[in-house]
């Protein structure tokens, strides 16, 4: 899993792998320190996976289609870029415009693994089928 590669950011746990770090110490993180959200991400996907309560997302932060009236759905899958490198895509649901990319952690990775079928990337990440640029 990813996961365990995210090093902590700060702290007196920092650069140790988010894996390596005790529940107490992230749970706080996550309760009380302003975080990116990949890193809030990962922790809450690390907590969860030690089966420890966390949020699965902020839905104030969730994206929506700014070209649609209500905000339009998104969409993840796994696409490559113009060089051939592995990146998850945003498309709108509703529309079909393509959204610009997300980042490759937590929850965009899980949702992009299961809209396609769960192979392995180039990068070891288990995803979706990529397709040819």
Same mark, same amino acid.
């Given at each position: 899993?990813? %996961?365990?590669? !995210? ?15 005790? @529940? ?6 996550? *309760? ?6 990949? /890193?809030?991400? *990962? /922790? ?6 030690? =089966? #420890? ?5 902020? @839905?104030?932060?969730?994206p929506t289609c700014p070209t649609c009236? $209500? =905000? =339009?759905? %998104? ?7 113009? %060089?051939?490198?592995? !990146? %998850?895509?945003?498309?709108?649901? @509703? ?7 997300? !980042? #490759? ?7 992009? $693994?299961?809209? #396609? ?8 990440? @288990? ?7």
């Amino acid at each position: 899993m990813a %996961i365990g590669k !995210v090093l902590m950011p700060f702290g007196k746990h920092a650069g140790k792998p988010l894996s390596a770090v005790p @529940t107490g110490y992230l749970s706080w993180a996550l *309760a009380n320190c302003r975080l990116s959200s990949g /890193i809030r991400s *990962a /922790i809450g996907a690390e907590l969860r996976g030690r =089966g #420890e309560p966390a949020p699965v997302t902020d @839905t104030a932060a969730l994206p929506t289609c700014p070209t649609c009236p $209500n =905000g =339009g759905d %998104i969409a993840y899958s796994w696409d490559r870029d113009s %060089i051939g490198r592995p !990146v %998850i895509r945003r498309r709108c649901r @509703t529309c079909g415009r393509k959204l610009s990319l997300a !980042v #490759e952690m937590g929850e965009a990775m899980a949702l992009a $693994n299961a809209a #396609e079928g769960g192979e392995t990337s180039p990068r070891g990440h @288990t995803s979706g089928k990529l397709k040819n640029a």
